[in-house]
C-alpha cells in the first residue's frame, strides 16, 4: 500500500473515531449542575441557562446541564442553613454581593467567582396625584417627603383629599427579601448621611424613632406579597408610594398605568445597588467537573450578547447602561426612569450581626 494512501486509511480513522467518541459522550446522561438564583433575576436567567443548555455543553468531556433553583437571599443567611455539605447547589447567584459574605458568616463555603452580572437600583414610585401633595424637590421624591407623609398619618392632614384615607406605602418584607432590607440600609445612611453603616447607626433610637412611622404606614405586607409593584398595579388603595427594585417597577409599568392616576418615579441620594454576583460552593467535595461547569456557565453570561439581553428582563448589564433600544426603559423614561441615572453614593453593607440586629428591631415593629 502505498505511503499516500495510508495517511488517508488513517486520517479516515482517526476522524471516525473522533466523531464515534463525540457521538458517544453527546449519549450519556448530562452531569446536572444545580445554579440557585435571586427571584429578582430569574427571567432573565432562565433564558441565557436555557440558550447555554442548548448548546450541550461539555466540560472536561463531561456533557452538563445548568438547572435553576429559586431562594431568597434572606433564607441562606439570617435562618438556619438551608443546604449541607451533601446537599446544596453547585453556585449561587444571590441579589446582593453582600449575601456572599453574610452566607460564609453562617458557615456556607461560597467563594466569590464574579462580583457582579447584572445590576437593578431601588427606585421610588409613587401615584402622581399623591406626589402632588409632597413637597418633591426637582430632585424627585426621597425619604424627607416620605418621612413627613408617614409623619403626617392621613393625606388630610398633609392637604390631600380625605377619600384618600391614610397614607399607604410599600416595600419588600426586610426579614424576607433583600430588597426590603435594602431599603431599611438607605433610611439608615440618609438620615446619619453616610454610606458606611455601622452597629451604632443601626442601634440609634433616633434613627428608629425617625423610621417607625414609615414603617408604621406600610398596610399589610402579605397583601403586598413577594411584588408589591404587582400589587400596587390594583391602584392606590393598596399602596400609593413605594421603594423598590427597578426591575420590578420596569416589569409591572403597564399595570401600574392601568389606573386613572399617573405615576412618576425617582432615584434616592444614598443608593444600595442590588449587584447579582456569582459565587461557587467550594470545599472538598467540589468536583473538577462542578467547578468547569460554573466556569463555563461564568463566561456565557459575562458574554457581551448575553450581558445586553439583561435589558430584555429590567436588569442593567454588569458595568454599562440600557440604552433607547432597551424596551423596557425606555417605555419608562417619560415617567422617572433613566438610562443614565445619578446613583448618588452607594452603602456599603453592615456587618452581618448589626444587619441582622436591624431586622430583629424590625421585627417588633
Known sequence: MRRGTIFVVLFVVIALGVIAASQFLRSQPPLEVTIAVSPLAEGWLRDAVNAFNATNPLVNTTRIQIKLTLIEDMKVWSEDRPWTTADHPAAWIPASSASVGYAGDNGLPFQLVTPSLARTPLVWGGFTSRLAVLDVPASGLDWAQVVAAADA?????????????????????????ISGLAVLFSGAATYHQSASLDNAMLRDTAFREWLAPVIASVPNFNTLGADPAAAMGRGPSTAEIAFLP????????NGLLTNT??????????????????????????????????????????????QQRTVAFGLRPAASEPDGGATLFSAAIPYGIQYQPDYGQLIQAPQRGDAQGLIQWFNTQ
Open 153 to 177: 398619618e392621613s393625606w388630610a392632614n398633609l392637604g390631600g383629599s380625605s377619600d384618600w384615607q391614610f397614607v399607604k406605602l410599600a416595600f419588600a418584607r426586610p426579614s424576607g427579601q
Open 246 to 253: 427597578e426591575v420590578q417597577w420596569l416589569n409591572n409599568l
Open 261 to 306: 392616576d399617573s405615576f412618576a418615579f425617582s432615584y434616592p441620594a444614598y443608593q444600595f445597588m442590588l449587584d447579582f454576583p456569582l459565587a461557587r460552593w467550594d470545599d472538598n467535595g467540589t468536583t473538577a467537573e462542578q467547578r468547569a461547569a460554573v466556569d463555563a456557565l461564568r463566561n456565557w453570561l459575562t458574554t457581551e450578547s448575553q
